[in-house]
């Protein structure tokens, strides 16, 4: 298995771009989790999604982040505009049976916004 | 609420010591108990978790943690650390009902050679 897989790795952005964050979890997985991690917070969760449904986004900071999945294998995580204090690095996290068996994380996309 | 503190921020430890890394939670029920390590630009790898039955927990890379419900601890520990070691290590809780887990804050491991 190829592990949870997230793209772009590095992503740059001018402020007010929208960004576009990808994530493939792993195949059987129904459980999908987004965090962003920066050294002041730690790692926070935004939201997280049981067979493609979201089921809680009290972590997402405000309007402009937003987060699909439309199949068991794809979701993305959206920030439109993008503001400098997003600048973190974001991570997709699955798992098979909910969360409470452990996740498994992908390597993370750091996201620069100037 | 749950919640999850590593007293530890940093912790310096010289190649072939043993370690011990804090962990205190906060749950009113028998908590989901995981140790996570990165390595610098990984993402989180599973150490080792804890459900029930034993309270000492074996995991990979020759850690171990023990669960003491009386201390609300999940303490990580490891007889002799090595160089390749040095991580930053996340202490996190989950409920038997929930479907997220809840993250400390880290603690980075540094190796004296």
């Known amino acids: 298995d190829a592990g949870v897989i997230q793209s772009p790795r590095h992503e740059v952005t001018e402020m007010g771009q929208e960004v576009t964050l990808r994530c493939k979890p792993i195949?059987?997985?129904?459980?999908l989790f987004w965090y962003r991690q920066t050294m002041m917070r730690g790692l926070e969760l935004l939201i997280y999604f049981n067979n493609n449904v979201p089921i809680d986004d009290s972590g997402m900071p405000e309007d402009r982040f937003s987060a699909k999945m439309p199949n068991a294998s794809f979701s993305t995580l959206k920030i439109q505009p993008s503001e400098p204090r997003d600048s973190a690095v974001y991570f997709c996290a699955s798992s098979a049976t909910g969360g409470t068996y452990g996740y498994t994380f992908g390597s993370g996309t750091r996201l620069t916004v100037v | 609420a749950q919640s999850v503190t590593q007293p530890d921020i940093h912790i310096t430890v010289s190649e072939g010591a043993s370690l011990e890394l804090r962990c205190n939670y906060s749950y009113g029920a028998t908590p989901y108990l995981f140790w996570y390590v990165q390595s610098p630009g990984q993402g989180l790898q599973l150490l080792l978790k804890y459900f029930s039955g034993d309270t000492l927990v074996q995991g990979i890379k020759g850690f171990e943690a023990e669960f003491k419900r009386s201390q609300s601890s999940f303490n990580l520990r490891k007889p002799s650390v090595h160089w390749s070691d040095a991580a930053e290590y996340f202490c996190?809780?989950?409920?038997?009902?929930?479907?997220?887990?809840?993250f400390g804050k880290g603690t980075r491991l540094h190796i004296l050679p």
């Open positions: 195949s059987g997985h129904n459980s």
């Open positions: 996190a809780v989950g409920a038997r009902r929930d479907d997220k887990i809840i």
